[in-house]
């Protein structure tokens, strides 16, 4: 859950930077990071489950990430009331 909120931080500082393109690190793993570059930042991939990743766009993955954690929120009210 803390990635899909860390990445709805990055798509508001991609918004609200107005950025085209991007210069960024890479978790490899371990802590091992790698510098990307992105050219263009109107899409996005997205792990959605399962390992399978989608092509979205900002608002797409915006919103994917609100369901997403409204979603776990809901479960967890769920599991706590039983």
Known sequence: ???????????ETIRSQNLDELETKVDLG?????KAFVPDTEF???????GFH?????NEADEFIDQKVYGALMEAMNLSDK
Do not use: C, D, R
């Open 1 to 11: 859950m803390s990635e899909y909120l860390k990445l709805k931080t990055h798509i």
């Open 30 to 34: 371990s802590n091992f990071y790698a």
């Open 44 to 50: 996005l991939f997205v792990n959605v489950g399962f």
């Open 54 to 58: 989608l092509q979205m766009t900002l």
